[in-house]
């Protein structure tokens, strides 16, 4: 099974190239969609311990926990230290169903994979990309959204020039739908005969 390392910084169209893989048969495990869940359930309790004020009627209440993390690195440090270990140990039962199940391709998108050194644990790393004008203009536009939480955001996250030269394939996502989904195809064609090692070294070294 081949593994796909999926990332892209805020606003650059990563669960929209997500879905477009998913489409094709790739199953995708999306670690931002999981935190969702978590905030609902098995995070809930650990989170509350350390910041109380971010619990509302028995779930993690995502704007006040922003409030309370986002331009403080030890806040965010040990909100990292309680939610990662939960997210890796869904993202591997995902990874194991999908091997079990015969899957030639399994996508882990994850938005801070090369901040994290994630790449490693991946065969190979699609970015999802657009200019920085394009990114902004996205993100101003989401509800709650400031420019300084924005820029709070941007601080946490590697330059794109960097993940462009990190990763093995950019997805342009700027030009829109059509010419997104040709990318993705030619990605999965490109590596379809490979051989992929990432979920032998995860589950037996």
Known sequence: ??????TGSIGMGKSATGRMFAARGAPVHDADAEVHRLYANEAV????DVFPDAIVD??????????????????????EKIVHPL????????LDAAFAGGRRFAVAEVPLLLEVGGDARV???VLASAPAAVQRERVLKRGGMSAEKFEKILARQMPDAEKRRRAHFVVDTSRGFGFAEKQVDDIM????????????RRRWG
């Open 45 to 48: 309790g650990p989170i509350g």
């Open 189 to 200: 064609r490109a590596l379809a005969a490979s051989p992929g090692a990432a979920y032998a």
């Open 58 to 79: 028995g779930r993690v209440d995502r704007d006040r926990l922003s409030k309370l993390v986002l331009g403080d690195d030890q806040a965010i440090k040990r909100l």
């Open 1 to 6: 099974m081949f593994i796909i390392g999926l």
């Open 87 to 94: 997210v890796q140990a869904r993202e591997t039962a995902f």
């Open 123 to 125: 065969d190979a790393v």
